[in-house]
């Protein structure tokens, strides 16, 4: 065949490079979701002559839009792609890499080191590298004949851990033998990761059966559901729920004998309620969903994107009783970083 | 030698290997994918451990891709991923090939 053995960078700013490359998705029916800024991938690709025959691009540690020309049919071609992909991400030191793909890629993608996490009916997520969701379970603290007890299990992005949060904690706590609270890792909250997690631990530290772990790349994250960091997309979130939820089921409950999963109530964001409902569609019967009703003080919900508003607009006493101490306080300590930080650009509205 | 950070060397075009050394609490761990490996895995794994034991690493966990490589790829892409690991890459060891 007459193509070069070459990946190039493509460069996607360049309209001219840009239309090869939509025509190459268009052929294998790869639609690109329009909330994804072309600043934010990295693209490489194979041409023959002028022609753009085969292309991946990654975003942080997913690779995505995978596509070689079906006239070349060609599996040197995808391997050279994911091969390149892979050797890029290496160079940055980032070894943990997800893929998101058409259940018809799946072989593809085992044959090059991918182990699959979960298959739904419109995609399967795949994952390689240096670790492994078998690697994440083992770090997982458990108790002694877990398997007989009654395990529980709370997914939160906790942005900040408000009153509504611990609510939902001590409800879990007060019927279960053990509760587990994953925090969402996924960094791109108004609070940073280390932040939430140390609120939320701060926070339950007096209830002795909750344990406060990290949800890893597992749940909630870019890998799981990147959709949810974005408001309201509720056609693409419907199967991304559906991928999350099919992966907490099967890796996540299973092995650690969780049988319920606690939920809030959710009144305001779209994007949870679509997640709530898929949770509530896929989980049982083995894992069952428990959604508890919202806290309410002085007829007011409790929600952090009340918390994170009344952080921009400097009114941080009208939400003294959201909070618990130990959130209200280190809001208040650290009230200019945070104010900044939405100057910046930081998006409050979505989770 | 010690695993200081996770490392790769190879590609997944046809006759290479794709070596990622990461760190491991004890032993060496191999993971390995290959389309012969009914037939070539015990000594794809084999050349593995003894390139790794030249460098005398002894805790390691280690993802082999393998396409096809025939034992002096197994050994060179080996010992690429594993002086990247133990941050020694800038002293090959030539004696151990």
Known sequence: ?351 | MEIKSTAMAGTLESSDIQITISSNKSGIQIDLNSDVAKIFGKQIKKVIIESLNALEIKNAKVKAVDQGALDCVIRARTLAAAQRATHTAEEPEWEVF
Request: glycine share 4%; with cysteine; aromatic share 10%.
């Open chain 1, 1 to 351: 065949m007459g193509y070069e053995q070459d990946v190039k960078r493509v460069n996607l700013k360049n309209p001219y490079y840009l239309k090869k490359w939509e025509n190459l998705l268009q052929k294998v029916d790869i639609q690109v979701s329009t909330e994804v800024s072309i600043d934010d991938i990295t693209c490489v690709g194979v041409f023959e002559a002028d022609q753009l025959i085969a292309t991946g691009s990654f975003q942080e540690n997913i690779l995505k839009y995978i596509a070689v020309d079906p006239t070349y049919h060609d599996g040197k071609l995808f391997n050279l792609i994911i091969s390149t992909l892979i050797s890029t991400l290496a160079q940055q030191q980032i070894f943990h890499i997800f893929v998101f793909t058409k259940p018809i890629y799946q072989m593809s993608f085992e044959f090059v080191g991918f182990k699959t996490l979960v298959k739904t009916d419109v995609g399967v997520l795949l994952e390689t590298g240096d670790t492994a969701i078998t690697d994440y379970l083992a770090t997982i603290p458990r108790i002694a004949n877990q398997k007989n007890c009654k395990i529980s299990a709370i997914v939160m992005n906790a942005n900040p851990f408000t009153l509504g949060h611990r609510y939902l904690v001590e409800e879990a706590s007060k019927s279960s033998d053990l509760v587990y609270i994953f925090v969402v890792k996924q960094d791109v909250s108004l609070f940073k990761t280390t932040e939430r997690f140390h609120l939320v631990q701060v926070g339950v530290s007096d209830l002795s059966n909750v344990r406060v772990v990290s949800g890893d790349e597992y749940m909630v994250s870019y890998a799981t559901f990147p959709t949810y960091f974005i408001p309201d997309k509720t056609n693409i979130i419907r199967y991304q729920t559906e991928m999350d939820a099919t992966l907490f089921k099967q890796k996540i409950a299973k092995p650690l004998h969780i049988k319920t999963r606690y939920l809030g109530e959710e009144p305001f964001s779209k994007t949870t309620e679509v997640y709530n409902e898929t949770l509530k569609r896929i989980l049982p019967p083995e894992v069952q969903v428990e959604i508890i009703p919202r806290l309410k003080i002085n007829t007011q919900i409790i929600s952090a994107t009340k918390v994170r508003k009344a952080i921009q607009q400097n009114q941080i006493e009208t939400i003294k009783d959201f909070l618990p101490n130990s959130t209200y306080n280190y809001i208040r300590d650290h009230l200019k970083i945070l104010q900044n930080s939405i100057k910046e650009g930081m998006n409050i509205d979505g989770n």
